[in-house]
């Protein structure tokens, strides 16, 4: 099953790129990689998800090498409001064993600073 | 419709007695999932039903945990005796489509369970 590692957390000036790396050396072959945002009290969102190579939506952009063992998760010009935890999510159905597990890191705390 | 719903929002439970925690997912979501989340910690992946089905309860904490899915819609997560530890919200997810990460999860608001 694959483990995932992130940093604890980050600090970031307003308006500048934030870029948060995920390990996740065990990526089974059949493994998307997705990533939240959670605010306090709050469900976490769906902000982005790849299977390798770049992708990018209005919000984020996700840079996945081709090895697949990391993933970043890169936020233009971060806000205020961007404060909050990120986690990355590794994680499928594997077949014939019949075990299903998702795995979350631990989250990136991600603070803006004005 | 409306999104997922959890209820309720806030439980606070003497140790040792029972508690039921329920999630409404998105109508016509076929997966969902229930997550807990200690002060401070990630997310801890619990249990996945597709349909009414579990595939995989190895991510039960203990057999104090149980979850049953019926008519492919609410799901009801239980926990018997509860313990000091079990002090978490628990949140719970639904997908479309089952089965993989690839799936957009939809979160409820989570349920905040305090053992005394």
């Known amino acids: 099953l694959a483990k995932t590692t992130q940093p604890i957390s980050m600090d970031s000036y307003e308006g500048q790129e934030v870029n948060i790396t995920c390990s996740h050396n065990?990526?089974?072959?059949?493994?998307?990689i997705t990533w939240y945002q959670q605010f306090p009290s709050q469900g976490p969102r769906f902000i982005i998800q790849?299977?390798?190579t770049k992708v990018t939506n209005e919000v984020a952009s996700l840079f996945i090498p081709a090895d697949r063992k990391s993933s970043t998760l890169s936020l233009p010009r971060v806000s205020l409001s961007d404060t909050a935890v990120y986690y990355c999510?590794?994680?499928?159905?594997?077949?014939?064993?019949?075990?299903?597990?998702?795995?979350f890191g631990k989250g990136t705390k991600l603070s803006v600073i004005p | 419709g409306a999104g997922v719903s959890q209820s309720p929002s806030n439980k606070v439970t003497e140790k040792g007695k029972d508690v039921e925690l329920r999630c409404d997912p998105i109508?016509?979501?076929?997966?969902l999932y229930w997550y807990r989340q200690s002060l401070g910690q990630g997310l801890e992946f619990l249990i996945y039903?597709?349909?009414?089905?579990?595939?995989?309860k190895s991510g039960l904490p203990s057999d104090r945990f149980s979850a049953e899915r019926t008519g492919g819609s609410v799901s009801t997560l239980t926990i018997q005796r509860t313990q000091q530890e079990d002090s978490a919200v628990y949140l719970c997810?639904?997908?479309?489509?089952?089965?993989?990460?690839?799936?957009?999860?939809?979160f409820g608001p989570g349920t905040r369970l305090t053992v005394l």
């Open positions: 997810a639904s997908t479309r489509l089952g089965g993989s990460s690839y799936n957009e999860q939809f």
């Open positions: 065990n990526i089974a072959t059949n493994d998307y």
């Open positions: 790849g299977y390798k």
């Open positions: 999510l590794v994680g499928g159905l594997y077949s014939g064993a019949g075990s299903y597990q998702l795995t």
């Open positions: 109508s016509g979501h076929t997966a």
């Open positions: 039903f597709q349909g009414n089905s579990a595939p995989d």
